[in-house]
């Protein structure tokens, strides 16, 4: 995902995003060792009002950039929503674009 550009969305690791050799093609992207949004809900049981609006405001931002840039994600979920690091306070990462489709008003490519 080249094209979007966030601090909550998953991307490459910049200068490093990828390399080749005789025999593959290889990507470098960023560790987020923290696991699925999914996982962490689970484990943890329930969530703070407080903490619960903190992961929404991180989701509703990750929407909102990538429609600003014209991306629609089409796949958001729990499990495509992985914590940067393990810290209670981690960022989210958006992930899995796969689904993903451009737009231009109501033009979809």
């Given at each position: 995902m080249?094209?979007?550009r966030s601090t909550y969305i998953f991307g490459w690791e910049?200068?490093?995003g990828q390399?080749?050799?005789r025999h593959s093609f290889n990507l470098v992207m960023e560790l987020c060792?923290?696991?699925e949004l999914f996982d962490r809900i689970i484990?943890?049981?329930h969530y703070s009002e407080r903490a619960a609006a903190g992961l929404c405001l991180q989701i509703v931002?990750?929407?909102h950039n990538c429609h600003s840039m014209g991306v629609m994600h089409r796949d958001l979920k729990q499990d495509?929503?992985?914590f940067l690091s393990t810290a209670e306070e981690s960022p989210l990462k958006a992930i899995d674009f796969g689904l993903s489709v451009f737009f231009r008003g109501k033009l979809i490519y």
């Open positions: 080249e094209y979007v910049i200068g490093r390399f080749t050799d060792a923290g696991g484990a943890k049981g931002t990750v929407v495509n929503f992985l």
